[in-house]
């Protein structure tokens, strides 16, 4: 007589499992790159777009304090100083979309 094999997991219960492995930690890491990136690229060329730029850099600003002693130092230094590039790439861009 042949074993019964345990049904498969549930596509609700495989996520659950996934949720359960997931820290929040993580997934703002994940989020502050994502925005990073994000806002670099509308910062330049044809994607330029000055008000997207400048909202990834107040949700920069409001996200990484948060992070601090939830990740490790070096992330959320390295990020601050992505903050501080963003800023100064902005102020760039800002100046010279200014009219003359």
Do not use: C, W
């Not at 600003?61 to 601090?68: D, F, M, R, T, Y």
């Not at 130092?73 to 760039?92: G, I, K, P, T």
């Amino acid at each position: 007589m042949a074993e019964e094999q345990p049904p498969e997991p549930s596509a609700e219960e495989r996520e659950l499992v996934e949720l359960d492995r997931l820290q929040v930690s993580d997934l703002l890491l994940q989020t502050v790159y994502t925005i990073s990136s994000l806002g670099y690229h509308r910062l330049t060329g044809e994607s330029k777009d000055l008000d997207q730029a400048r909202l990834a850099i107040e949700a920069l600003k409001a996200l990484l304090p948060v992070l601090q002693g939830a990740v490790p130092e070096e992330a959320v230094r390295d990020f601050n100083q992505v903050l501080v590039n963003m800023q100064l790439a902005y102020a760039s861009a800002a100046g010279e979309a200014a009219p003359s």
